[in-house]
C-alpha cells in the first residue's frame, strides 16, 4: 500500500538546462525557452518595417503588380494586403495568428502583430510574436493621374437637347445621381445645350448610353477618331465619341401632332399638351382628357415641334368654370386620363382687365380651377404659329387658349419649401441668367407631379420649419413621409474617415 501511495504522488522528473542551470522539464533541445531564444531568432529574414502605397484621391491602396483596392482601416482586405508584402519570408515559419495594432489615424503607420511558430534544434517547436510596422507612403494612381489631367479621355457622351428649357436636363440629373451614373466619369462639362461626360474606356461610356436610353427617349450616333498605332503588336488606340440626342419636348409643351400619328393614337386632337417627360412622352388632349405614350422610335418616325416658349406663357384669370359630365367619345378613341377633370372655362389676360374681352376654352385643369383664380397658358389666337402640322388644320380645330397649370405665388412657395435636392459636381461655361428660373420650375414640377417625384431623391431642409403639406392658396407640397435624411460622415483634415480609438464610437452627422 505505501509503494502504491508513493508512486502516484510522484512528480514528472526535471533536467537542468545545459546553458544556465534551471531545472527545466524535459524537451527535445534540452534548453529553457529563454536560452532557446536568445540563441535561435524564428523571425529573421521577416522585414520588420515594410512600405505601402496610398492614393489620397480615391482611397485606395495599392496591390502589386498593377491593381489598386480599396480597403477599409482595420479590414480583413487591408489585414491580407499587409501580409502578402511579406508573403515570401511568412512561406518558411508557420502563421499562428495576425491582427492590427491600433494607431493613430494621422500618424501615417499600420502595425500588424504576428504569432509564428517555427521547428528548431532537435524538433522543438518555438513561438514568437512580433510587430511589423507598415508605413503608408502617398502615391497617386493611373485613374487620378488621368482625373488631374482633365484633358485625358478615352470616351465621351454628349448629350444634347434642342429647346431652351432644361427641366429634363434637371430630372435626367437627379436620375444620374440616384442611380450612381456619375462615379466612374473622369469629368463633367456642361454647356449651353447640353452636358458632356468623360469616360476612361469605352465600356463606361456606353453604359451611360444604355441607361439614357432607359430613362428619356433618346438617339445616338457613335464615332471614334485613331489617335495612335503599333504596327509591330498590332494595337491601336481610339477616342470614342457618343452624341445622344433627347427629343426636343419638356414638361407644359404645346405640341401639334401630325394627322396620321393622332390617327394612331386613337384618333385625338392634334393639339396637345406634353404632361411628363420620362422614358416616354405623355401627352393629354385638353379638349377630351384622352392621354397617350410616344417613345423614341414613334417621335423620331413622326416627329412634332412645341408651339410656343415657355417665356410666352401668359397669366389669365378665370371667371366662370363648369365641369364637363358627359362627353360623347368617337369610335376607337384611346385611354382617358383620371387624374384630370374635364372643365369649360370663361378667362381673361390679367394684361386686359380693362377690357371686356374674354376667351373660352376647354381644359384638363377642370379640377383645380375656380372663378377667381390664376393660371398660366398660351395664347394661340394672337401668336404666330410656324408650324407645317397647324397651317394644314382648319381654323376651328385651333383652340384660343390652351391652359398649361394653375398659378401660385412663387415667392411664398419658395420660403416654405422644406427640402432640397442634390447637384452634380460638373464644370459650368456659358451659363445663361435664366437658369435659376427654370429651376425653380422644375421644383415646382416636382411639388405638383407625383409621377415624377417617385423617380427622385429629395432630402429634408433642416433650416426650414416642418408645416402642413398644403399652405393657404392649396399649392401642392411635398410630404415628409418622402423625404430622405441628408446624411454627412465627418471627416479629418486629410480627407479621410475619422476613424476612433479602440472603445470609443463612431459618430455621424444627421442633418
Given at each position: 500500500m505505501e509503494y502504491m501511495t508513493e508512486s502516484i504522488n510522484r512528480t514528472p522528473g526535471h533536467i537542468l538546462c545545459c546553458d544556465c542551470g534551471v531545472p527545466i522539464s524535459p524537451n527535445p533541445a534540452n534548453i529553457c525557452v529563454a536560452c532557446l531564444r536568445s540563441k535561435v531568432d524564428i523571425s529573421q529574414g521577416i522585414p520588420k518595417q515594410v512600405?505601402?502605397?496610398?492614393?489620397?484621391?480615391?482611397?485606395?491602396?495599392?496591390?502589386?503588380?498593377?491593381?489598386?483596392?480599396?480597403?477599409?482601416?482595420?479590414?480583413?482586405?487591408?489585414?491580407?494586403?499587409?501580409?502578402k508584402k511579406i508573403k515570401a519570408p511568412l512561406s518558411k515559419v508557420r502563421l499562428v495568428d495576425a491582427s492590427f495594432v491600433w494607431t493613430e489615424p494621422h500618424s501615417k503607420r499600420l502595425k500588424?502583430?504576428?504569432t509564428i511558430q517555427k521547428e528548431v534544434m532537435n524538433g522543438a517547436i518555438l513561438q514568437q510574436v512580433f510587430v511589423v510596422d507598415y508605413v503608408v507612403q502617398s502615391q497617386m494612381c493611373g485613374d487620378c493621374h488621368r482625373v488631374e489631367a482633365k484633358d485625358f479621355w478615352k470616351a465621351v457622351v454628349q448629350v444634347r437637347q434642342k429647346t431652351v428649357h432644361k427641366k429634363t436636363f434637371y430630372y435626367l440629373e437627379q436620375l444620374i445621381l440616384k442611380y450612381g451614373m456619375h462615379q466612374n466619369t473622369l469629368r463633367i462639362k456642361e454647356i449651353h445645350d447640353g452636358l458632356d461626360f468623360y469616360y476612361s474606356s469605352k465600356q463606361h461610356a456606353q453604359k451611360m448610353v444604355e441607361f439614357l436610353q432607359c430613362t428619356v427617349p433618346t438617339r445616338y450616333k457613335a464615332s471614334q477618331r485613331l489617335i495612335s498605332q503599333d504596327i509591330h503588336s498590332n494595337t491601336y488606340n481610339y477616342k470614342s465619341t457618343f452624341s445622344v440626342e433627347i427629343v426636343p419636348i419638356c414638361k407644359d409643351n404645346v405640341v401639334c401632332l401630325s394627322p396620321k400619328l393622332a390617327q394612331s393614337l386613337g384618333n385625338m386632337n392634334q393639339i396637345c399638351v406634353c404632361i411628363r417627360v420620362t422614358s416616354v412622352i405623355h401627352l393629354i388632349d385638353p379638349n377630351t382628357l384622352q392621354v397617350a405614350d410616344i417613345d423614341g422610335n414613334t417621335f423620331w418616325t413622326h416627329p412634332f415641334n412645341s408651339l410656343c416658349h415657355p417665356k410666352q406663357l401668359e397669366e389669365f384669370i378665370v371667371m366662370e368654370c363648369s365641369i364637363v359630365r358627359d362627353l360623347k367619345r368617337s369610335a376607337g378613341a384611346g385611354m382617358i386620363s383620371k387624374k384630370h377633370t374635364l372643365g369649360e372655362v370663361w378667362v381673361q389676360k390679367t394684361s386686359e382687365m380693362n377690357t371686356d374681352k374674354q376667351y373660352f376654352c376647354r381644359t384638363h385643369l377642370g379640377h383645380l380651377l375656380n372663378p377667381g383664380d390664376l393660371v398660366l397658358g398660351f395664347d394661340l389666337a394672337n401668336c404666330n404659329l410656324n408650324d407645317e402640322h397647324v397651317n394644314k388644320m382648319k381654323s376651328d380645330r385651333i383652340p384660343d387658349v390652351v391652359l398649361i397649370k394653375k398659378n401660385y405665388d412663387r415667392t411664398k412657395r419658395q420660403r416654405r419649401r422644406n427640402w432640397k435636392l442634390k447637384e452634380l459636381a460638373r464644370d459650368r461655361e456659358n451659363m445663361d441668367t435664366d437658369n435659376e428660373r427654370q429651376y425653380q420650375d422644375f421644383l415646382e414640377d416636382l411639388e405638383e407631379d407625383e409621377a415624377i417625384r417617385k423617380n427622385v431623391n429629395i432630402y429634408r431642409d433642416p433650416t426650414i420649419p416642418v408645416?402642413?403639406?398644403?399652405?393657404?392658396?392649396?399649392?401642392?407640397?411635398?410630404?415628409?413621409?418622402?423625404?430622405?435624411?441628408?446624411?454627412?460622415?465627418?471627416?479629418d483634415a486629410t480627407g479621410e474617415e475619422a476613424r476612433s480609438a479602440p472603445g470609443a464610437a463612431v459618430v455621424a452627422k444627421v442633418t
Open positions: 512600405s505601402i502605397s496610398f492614393c489620397k484621391q480615391c482611397q485606395r491602396y495599392f496591390q502589386p503588380p498593377g491593381t489598386w483596392i480599396q480597403c477599409a482601416l482595420e479590414s480583413r482586405e487591408l489585414l491580407a494586403l499587409c501580409l500588424v502583430k504576428l408645416e402642413s403639406d398644403t399652405d393657404d392658396e392649396g399649392a401642392p407640397r411635398i410630404s415628409l413621409a418622402e423625404m430622405l435624411e441628408d446624411l454627412h460622415i465627418s471627416q
